[in-house]
């Protein structure tokens, strides 16, 4: 059997192009601008989320739990049971997951806002890329004739020429889910 060929990773580039660099800044810049125009609840419900989505806080409570019910099955000597029926424990513990739980959601809704306008930028991007290469192969095509080549007559071609109309894509998406859940 062959040894297999190995598989060398191609250069890294010497350094990246002034575009790059440029795209790299700009998005720096406006996560900058988004921190800088959050609320102070905002900014708030964030940090709470940072903590308690931490190891730190998992600890914390780790101890404090354990300490409550080590104490309230009262195998701590000397130490009086203050809650021996964990009433207080269970609704302590309700209170922070309804507070916690509201924090994250506040977090996952600027988070699912930011998603929004981040997905919106590759949809235009995706359509000004889609025309753009549309005219490049009309360009293409018509120097190729120009040359007597024959690059016309290929449907591949004529189908690339033809610019995306985003409406009629996301209506035959939605068209296709419906039939597809109407089954």
Do not use: C
């Not at 062959?2 to 660099?21: A, F, G, H």
């Not at 309804?98 to 306008?117: G, P």
């Amino acid at each position: 059997m062959p040894s297999p060929t190995p598989i060398v990773p191609p250069p890294k580039p010497d350094s990246l192009s002034t575009s790059l660099r440029r795209n790299i800044q700009a998005l720096e810049n406006r996560r900058r601008k988004e921190a800088a125009v959050a609320t102070r609840e905002e900014r708030i419900a964030e940090a709470i989320t940072r903590f308690t989505g931490s190891m730190i806080f998992v600890y914390i409570h780790l101890a404090l739990y354990g300490a409550w019910i080590l104490v309230n099955l009262g195998l701590i000597p000397g130490v009086p049971k203050f809650d021996p029926s964990f009433v207080v424990l269970a609704m302590e513990a309700s209170v922070e997951a309804i507070f916690l739980s509201t924090f994250v959601l506040i977090s996952q809704n600027r988070m699912a806002a930011a998603a929004d306008k981040r997905a919106d930028l590759d949809l235009q991007i995706s359509l000004l890329t889609e025309h753009e290469l549309t005219k490049l192969s009309e360009l293409v095509v018509a120097i190729a004739e120009r040359l007597d080549i024959r690059a016309g007559a290929n449907p591949e071609l004529r189908e690339v020429q033809q610019d995306v109309a985003p409406e009629a894509v996301l209506d035959e998406i939605e068209a296709r889910q419906q039939r597809t859940e109407g089954r």
